[in-house]
């Protein structure tokens, strides 16, 4: 059982809106900065989004973040086949589960 | 240009122990955090623990699940990160990575992965 809640599948078809939630509490999304990772398959995670809505170096715009209170979500527009993949988020957890806790990952297939 | 290689993983029996290695290159090994994460097979992502630079006092942290059996350690001389596994159970199989933040006035702003190290716990 994750301490970050996200569903574990999603989908859409090419050059639709999709978003991916992610829940968390006071300890984690509530107090510290949301993380969102982007793993495909076969291949170790890539960070996609920091600070809940800022983009490393290389990543499209089409990916966005956004967080309120003790949720968050990851939004990719224009989806494309190359999208397929797992997605995460993570934060910095206050509590004893440990200094980054995730989300279970959501498995978005492009249909 | 950044590499992180993990090697050590293999088949270990429950109760057993095993040493990770992280080795790394094409940046300033010795002022960098360092972490593990691992992914048990078809699941998802579990933060193990990191440890933090010398300037920072060799700082360690671990996930509750891990914490009391896993040590993590490094030696710059060698840029190399370490996880030191003991006790495992069969639960701790999984592909283990090292990770590594690039921060910004403490925030993450890009990271690198190595290529992962299987690490097998059966009898």
């Known amino acids: 059982q994750s301490v970050l809640t996200q569903p574990p599948s999603a989908s859409g078809t090419p050059g639709q809106r999709v978003t991916i939630s992610c829940s968390g509490s006071?300890?984690?999304?509530?107090?510290?900065?949301v993380y969102w990772y982007q793993q495909l398959p076969g291949t170790a995670p890539k960070l996609l989004i920091y600070?809940?809505?800022q983009r490393p170096s290389g990543v499209p715009d089409r990916f966005s973040g956004s967080k309120s209170g003790t949720s968050a979500s990851l939004a990719i527009s224009g989806l494309r086949s190359e999208d397929e993949a797992d997605y995460y988020c993570?934060?910095?957890?206050?509590?004893?589960?440990?200094?980054?806790?995730f989300g279970g990952g959501t498995k978005l297939t492009v249909l | 240009e950044v590499q992180l290689v993990e090697s050590g993983g293999g088949l270990v029996q429950p109760g057993g122990s095993l040493k990770l290695s992280c080795a790394a290159s094409?940046?300033?090994?010795?002022?960098?955090?360092m972490h593990w994460v691992r992914q048990a097979s078809g699941k998802g992502l579990e933060w193990v623990g990191r440890?933090?630079?010398?300037?920072?006092?060799?700082?360690?942290a671990y996930a509750a699940s891990v914490k009391g059996r896993f040590t993590i350690s490094r030696d710059d001389s060698k840029n190399t990160a370490y996880l030191q596994m003991n006790s495992l159970k069969t639960e701790d199989t999984a592909v283990y990575y090292c990770?590594?933040?690039?921060?910004?006035?403490?925030?993450?702003?890009?990271?690198?992965w190595g290529q992962g190290t299987l690490v097998t716990v059966s009898s």
């Open positions: 990770n590594l933040p690039i921060t910004i006035f403490g925030v993450v702003v890009s990271d690198y």
């Open positions: 094409g940046f300033t090994f010795s002022g960098s955090a």
């Open positions: 440890i933090r630079s010398k300037a920072n006092s060799y700082a360690t």
């Open positions: 006071s300890s984690n999304i509530g107090s510290n900065y």
């Open positions: 600070r809940n809505n």
């Open positions: 993570a934060a910095w957890d206050d509590s004893l589960s440990g200094p980054e806790v």
